[in-house]
């Protein structure tokens, strides 16, 4: 699976060093802080506010449910669009709607039903800043070598952002009210958006930015290139693409296993009365991940895109299922940590795939996808799990979570290996005697 050379140009140093790239994800990193600080920020606003965390809940939940809905129709509009019309509007109205929510909340005693709606609406116009990203990404780095680093790197700072948006609505609490943290938010989504679009990749969007590569075959009579009026009235479609369709497959079955772990983590550390360490062993996972991103980017694959995604999905399931037996948390943080050596790397596989399956003027729609399934596995896998947990041992709810993304590896590898057969040419026949 690994190549024998690594060649220095493809490092993550030349990634940063490609003209605009740094200019261009250090905007888009400070936008999607904004989601990293929101769930922590909105739970503790809206509970201060109506003096429930049943109903912070029962908000947040609605927002983040209308946003993983609604991504799909939100990046086809910058598809059709473009990414420089678009987004300013949808981020604008974001900031403007999480404002709104953090004022309602800055008196007490506000309806919760008025929450809600407000909550709802601002899910529904959530800028989708990682797919836009990541098909920046894709523009800047035609070599494929520096795109798969890249999205290493990208799934990497994500995981860094969901550990420090936390933190900084804590530091914010110590001076503040929690309504600050959901301005804070808004405002770090806003000028982040604003950053992105004044970039020169999405001003300059449809000219070539990265370096020069050789020139390929030509391009199909009904292609277009992103950004122009042709593209912008063209509806591109992601059926027929089998890549981008086993992108968002194994994607679910991820999130419904890592949905999962928090609440195992939880039931793990209460049984043995140490429920102080559910931190210590989440991080665990996260430093795994940070880890294995970076290694997976650095190292030269010779394997194609979509095994290597199949064969990431099913390590981490397999981990995952085996932490259950951990004898004590010493041992669970270990296991988790060495499953979350497979979570970037799998996020990051699954978003290339998807780009390498989807036309250029349906990347962003093809990245919303994957994230919104991911997302909604990920929900949905967090409630089944509470259910298990009440009529299980505990033991057996860790092979049960970590089975979806078992069972996605092996359907897509399957499927990955009839296609390869049913294309190779048939023998030829014997000559007739």
Do not use: K, Q
Request: glycine share 10%; charged share 10%.
């Amino acid at each position: 699976m690994l190549a024998s050379s690594s060649s220095p140009t493809s490092s993550y140093a030349a990634v940063l060093r490609t003209p605009h790239a740094c200019r261009t994800f250090g905007a888009a990193l400070s936008g999607r802080l904004s989601y990293g600080m929101l769930s922590l920020s909105g739970v503790l606003a809206v509970g201060h506010a109506t003096g429930s965390y049943a109903t912070a809940g029962t908000v947040m939940g609605a927002f983040w449910l209308t946003g993983v809905a609604l991504s799909p129709a939100r990046a086809a509009l910058l598809d059709r669009y473009g990414i420089r019309r678009a987004l300013p509007w949808l981020a604008g109205a974001y900031a403007v709607l999480l404002t709104g929510l953090a004022l309602t909340c800055a008196r007490s005693g506000a309806p919760g039903v008025l929450l809600l709606v407000v909550a709802m609406a601002a899910g529904a116009l959530t800028p989708p800043l990682g797919p836009v990203m990541r098909t920046l990404w894709s523009e800047l780095l035609p070599d494929r070598r520096l795109l798969r680093r890249a999205y290493s790197l990208d799934a990497v700072a994500e995981e860094l952002l969901l550990v420090s948006g936390p933190l900084l609505v804590g530091a914010l609490l110590r001076v503040t009210v929690p309504a600050v943290g959901l301005v804070t938010s808004a405002t770090l989504a806003l000028a982040g958006s604003l950053a992105l679009v004044s970039s020169p990749p999405v001003r300059h969007r449809g000219r070539p930015m990265g370096p020069e590569v050789p020139p390929g075959p030509p391009a199909p009579a009904n292609s277009t290139l992103p950004g122009t009026a042709s593209s912008a009235r063209w509806r591109p479609r992601l059926r027929g693409c089998p890549g981008t369709g086993a992108a968002i497959i194994v994607a679910a079955g991820l999130g419904m296993c890592l949905g999962s772990v928090e609440l195992l983590v939880i039931a793990f550390a209460d049984d043995r009365h140490r429920p102080e360490t559910v931190a210590w062993v989440l991080a665990a996972l996260s430093a795994g991940s940070v880890v294995g991103g970076l290694a997976h980017g650095a190292v030269p694959w010779r394997a194609a895109t979509g095994p290597r995604l199949s064969l990431l999905a099913a390590a981490l399931g397999v981990t995952l299922a085996t932490a259950g037996l951990a004898p004590h948390l010493g041992a669970l943080a270990v296991w988790t940590a060495a499953g979350g050596l497979f979570v970037a790397p799998a996020l990051s596989t699954a978003y290339l795939l998807a780009d390498e399956s989807a036309t250029a003027a349906a990347r962003t729609r093809a990245g919303a996808w994957v994230n919104s399934a991911f997302n909604a596995g990920s929900a949905v896998a967090t409630a089944a799990t509470g259910w298990l947990l009440g009529r299980l041992p505990l033991p057996w709810c860790f092979p049960l979570a970590a089975a979806p993304a078992v069972l996605a590896a092996v359907v897509i590898l399957s499927r990955s290996r009839s296609r390869s057969r049913s294309r190779r040419p048939a023998a030829p026949a014997a000559p007739a005697r």
